[in-house]
């Protein structure tokens, strides 16, 4: 079975700076879509960015960035000159290509940005 | 543009009563999923819906049920509440045959055990 791993359970990150947050994932699928999502407190998930994971290009949007290591089954997020709107809890996500069914979530990251 | 849309936002119950939980998913989405999220925890996957089919269960207890109705929309009945069942529930709905493969979220409807 997939299992989605994040290992940080909370980071913090002053304004303005970077912060990079981990996740791995365990499965045996060749095609698969990853996934971070952002959930302020009480509110909806928000997708952030997505990778499929046939694109050799990490993904990018904005500010937010990945570093998609396929052999390795590493997907990290990385948070660019953040603001204090990035503070939520972050989750990664896999689904696989076939079994769309199938959407697994890691464990989260909250993420604290200090002014 | 469209979004999912939940109802109702929040609730408050007994325990040992029924809830019912809306799920309007964005038009032409034609799956759909629900997840129980407790405090501090990650989304948990109950059940899913393909063309008003359940396609998939997962930790759903068996005093809850859900369909999905000919218009799309779904519903998830909680009978017997316990104070364990307070929590976000929220409804995701995606196109399955979309190259995205990205769900979408509804704002969630909080359940209050009491």
């Known amino acids: 079975a997939q299992t989605v791993t994040q290992s940080q359970p909370e980071m913090s990150v002053q304004e303005a700076e970077t912060v990079t947050l981990s996740c791995t994932y365990d499965t045996s699928e060749s095609d698969y879509y990853l996934f971070w999502y952002k959930q302020p407190p009480s509110r909806q998930m928000i997708l952030v960015i997505r990778?499929?994971?046939?694109?050799?290009q990490n993904a990018t949007e904005n500010r937010f960035s990945v570093n998609f290591q396929k052999a390795a089954k590493s997907f990290s997020l990385k948070i660019s000159d953040s603001q204090l709107g990035d503070a939520a809890m972050y989750f990664c996500?896999?689904?696989?290509?076939?079994?769309?069914?199938?959407?697994?979530f890691g464990s989260g990251t909250k993420l604290n940005v200090k002014p | 543009a469209a979004g999912v849309i939940q109802s109702p936002r929040h609730l408050i119950k007994e325990k040992r009563e029924t809830a019912t939980l809306k799920c309007y998913p964005i038009?032409?989405?034609?799956?759909v999923y629900w997840y129980q999220q407790g405090p501090g925890q990650d989304p948990q996957f109950l059940i899913s819906f393909y063309e008003k089919m359940q396609s998939d269960k997962g930790s759903i207890p068996d005093r809850f049920s859900a369909q999905q109705f000919s218009d799309y929309h779904s519903e998830l009945n909680m009978s017997s509440l316990e104070l364990g069942d307070s929590a976000l529930y929220f409804c995701a709905s995606s196109f399955r045959q979309g190259l995205s493969g990205e769900l979408f979220f509804g704002e969630g409807s909080r359940l209050t055990v009491l």
């Open positions: 996500a896999y689904r696989g290509e076939y079994n769309f069914n199938k959407f697994y």
């Open positions: 038009p032409r989405h034609d799956t």
């Open positions: 990778q499929e994971a046939y694109k050799q």
